[in-house]
């Protein structure tokens, strides 16, 4: 008999987003975090609310597409961690850039997501303004599309993105080191002198 494939964690994440907004929109919830006036626990509930329907549709787009196929071929762990990482560090431009203003929304969380796997795994095929193409490319546009918008006063984080996006780019360096199996989740480290290894599995995936 067949095993029946696991639903990734990425899509029960977004549904969770989806709740915590209903709770935003219902009970007046609000996860906002402003530097030096929120409650420090608002610094990590911030990652979790959006400021509006349009702002949390597009961070599930972000993680249900790059974060389902980022977790499909490294492991639940892995993804929780890189977002989490990448989310705390994006957050931490509210100290430098926003101190007069709240941030909300996962797209730090999800920018590092997306530049993990496109770090890991250059030549996967993503979306770049619906467009698909290898993620190197992927992440090429996004990172010109967020420098560009700094400083345009449309009430975007773009330099938290961008922090979030150097975060996972960060972690995608690190990972070249492991060799996940994408059954179950698994990962190896190659040693430092198992150059031929690392040498063979770095041919198969970017040049066979």
């Known amino acids: 008999m067949d095993k029946i494939p696991q639903i990734p964690f990425s899509l029960y994440f977004c549904t969770f987003l989806i709740f915590v907004y209903a709770l935003q929109l219902f009970t007046g919830f609000d996860p ?8 420090p626990v608002n610094f990590f509930l911030s990652f979790f609310g959006h400021s509006d329907a349009e702002h949390l549709f597009n961070n599930i787009f972000f993680l249900g597409l790059f ?8 492991s639940r762990k892995t993804f929780i961690y890189t977002f989490l990482a990448s989310a705390i560090f994006a957050n931490i431009t509210a100290f430098i850039f926003y101190t007069d203003s709240y941030i909300i929304g996962a797209s730090g969380g999800a920018m590092g997501v997306l530049s993990a796997l496109a770090v890991y795994r250059p030549r996967k095929i993503g979306l770049a303004l619906g467009i698909p193409v290898p993620m190197y490319i992927v992440l090429a546009v996004y990172v010109m599309i967020n420098l560009a918008g700094i400083g345009s006063g449309t009430g975007t984080a ?33 040693g430092e002198d198992n150059w031929d290894e690392k040498i063979r599995r770095w041919e198969e995936k970017y040049m066979l």
Request: hydrophobic content about 40%; charged content about 25%.
């Open 158 to 190: 773009y330099e938290a993105h961008l922090f979030g996006l150097l975060t996972g780019s960060l972690i995608g360096i690190w990972m070249k080191d492991f060799e996940f199996d994408e059954e179950d989740g698994s990962e190896e480290k190659l």
């Open 32 to 39: 906002g975090f402003q530097a030096y006036e929120s409650h």
């Open 67 to 74: 974060g389902t196929v980022f977790e499909l071929i490294t």
